[in-house]
């Protein structure tokens, strides 16, 4: 049996060492070994996946070194903000995928920019993203996947080593489309929670979503990715499922500002991380930069910033002039 590595015992890497611990061989890291030998103990991660019991095959750890050893494949599940930390612990040749979805605070970069600065542009290395709620993941219900890579044969060999029972992984080597869709989708569904929580209905919604994917496809091929890829898993399907589902952090976000409250005590009260936060000034500057319009992702900002309040940005966005759509 193939040994598998998935380094970060929130959320999403639990999940996910759930659901390949059926086929794979997996360790699970956690950072903190409290942490770990509490997950170890009572089989549950009480803090990040309650009500979910953790296989027998999944092994925790706190030792990097042993999670990563042996393995044929090392899955980064640690938040954007830990992942250049994380990658100067692994063995350059280690290949790997990262989960995390959005930009690096203050540097700007996507991960696959973390990983060429830090392991080199040789390092075989990839991008799993697509609509995936963890508690569904971990529970064993149907999930599919796109996992991409600018190095073919290892997109394929990877998505391959990944895909099977109730998880479907397709592969792609349209790595910038993917990461782009994946982090960028996080803010559209801030937005999304603003306006459900502002009760303006679900035409809105639905406008909004299908304006905010307008917008992703326009930065993500001024950067160089597929048209296709944004109609895919790693585009409309993440968006979709980010900006309707109950379980999605940033479209809750969304919805408490909208009620009145504080970005700070709703992150606060949140306990996990809300991507599209931190990727938010980070869309607008590169968009900015490359002459994209994105006024859905600066009228976020305003309000995130609390340049406008949710009804003000609401109203700014109502009032912009008829225009063919594309």
């Not at 995936?132 to 600018?150: D, H, I, K, M, N």
């Not at 936060?277 to 994209?292: F, H, N, P, Q």
């Amino acid at each position: 049996m193939a040994r598998i590595a998935v380094l970060g015992a929130g959320a999403w890497g639990t999940a996910i060492a759930c659901a390949l611990s059926s086929r794979l061989e997996v360790a699970l890291w956690a950072r903190d070994r409290a942490q770990a030998e509490q997950i170890s103990a009572s089989r549950k991660n009480d803090r990040y996946l309650p009500g979910i019991a953790l296989p027998a095959a999944v092994q925790v750890t706190s030792r990097l070194e042993q999670a990563v050893s042996k393995t044929r494949l090392v899955l980064a599940a640690t938040p954007v903000a830990g992942l250049r930390e994380l990658l100067e612990g692994l063995p350059a040749a280690q290949p790997f995928v990262w989960l995390c979805k959005g930009f690096e605070e203050g540097s700007g970069s996507l991960p696959h920019q973390i990983a060429e600065q830090t392991l080199g542009k040789s390092a075989r290395c990839g991008a799993v993203s697509g609509p995936s709620f963890a508690q569904e993941v971990a529970r064993g219900l149907p999930c599919a996947l796109t996992l991409a890579s600018r190095d073919a044969a290892f997109a394929r060999e990877a998505a391959g080593l990944l895909h099977g029972g109730r998880l479907r992984v397709y592969y792609s080597t349209d790595l910038v489309g993917v990461e782009i869709g994946g982090a960028v989708k996080n803010v559209m569904a801030i937005a999304a929670g603003i306006s459900d929580g502002l009760g303006l209905g679900h035409n809105a919604r639905a406008a909004l979503i299908t304006r905010g994917l307008a917008e992703i496809a326009r930065l993500g091929t001024a950067l160089g990715g597929a048209p296709e890829t944004f109609m895919g898993l790693a585009g409309a399907g993440d968006l979709i499922l980010t900006a309707t589902g109950d379980l999605s952090r940033n479209r809750r976000v969304g919805l408490e500002l909208a009620r009145g409250r504080a970005l700070r005590e709703i992150l606060e009260g949140l306990g996990h991380v809300a991507e599209g936060v931190r990727s938010a000034k980070e869309v607008s500057r590169l968009a900015a930069a490359r002459g994209v319009e994105m006024p859905v992702t600066d009228a976020v900002n305003a309000v995130l910033e609390e340049r406008l309040t949710p009804a003000a940005a609401v109203d700014l966005l109502l009032s912009r002039d008829a225009k063919m759509e594309r």
